[in-house]
Nanobody, 131 residues
Framework: QLQLVESGGGLAQPGGSLRLSCAVS????????IGWFRQAPGKEREGVSC????????NYAASVKGRFTVSRDNTKNIVYLQMDNLKPEDTAVYYC????????????????????????WGQGTQVTVSS
């Protein structure tokens, strides 16, 4: 079982930026696809972004595409989610998760990793966007 620890959440104004980090241990980060998910109170958890083991595929939900950027540093075992032009509807607890063999689901508006294929999850970090 992997340990994943999110950090970087907090309060931002609309239009502002935050960068989330996901530190993964104890194994090499390049063994796993890493996904970012978020959940607001009373709502279902939804996929935000994911990045494959070789950083070849980087997917984004339609709601964040063009505003968020996912990247990974396999040497440091850290995955980042840069969030720009934040909106109040981005307010949620953000989770990172790891999967060994993660499938893709392609639609007309987005290509996303399948949530059920992620088996290890972090504790979450709160992101609040408000003026």
């Amino acid at each position: 079982q992997l340990q994943l620890v999110e950090s970087g959440g907090g309060l931002a104004q609309p239009g502002g930026s935050l960068r989330l980090s996901c530190a993964v241990s104890p194994v090499n980060l390049n063994s796993y696809t890493i996904g970012w998910f978020r959940q607001a109170p009373g709502k279902e958890r939804e996929g935000v972004s994911c990045i494959d083991r070789a950083s070849i595929v980087r997917n984004y939900a339609a709601s964040v595409k063009g505003r968020f950027t996912v990247s990974r540093d396999n040497t440091k075992n850290i995955v980042y989610l840069q969030m720009d032009n934040l909106k109040p509807e981005d307010t949620a607890v953000y989770y990172c998760a790891a999967g060994s063999n993660v499938r893709q689901r392609v639609t007309n508006v987005q290509t996303m990793c399948i949530m059920d294929d992620f088996h290890d999850w972090g504790q979450g970090t709160q992101v609040t966007v408000s003026s």
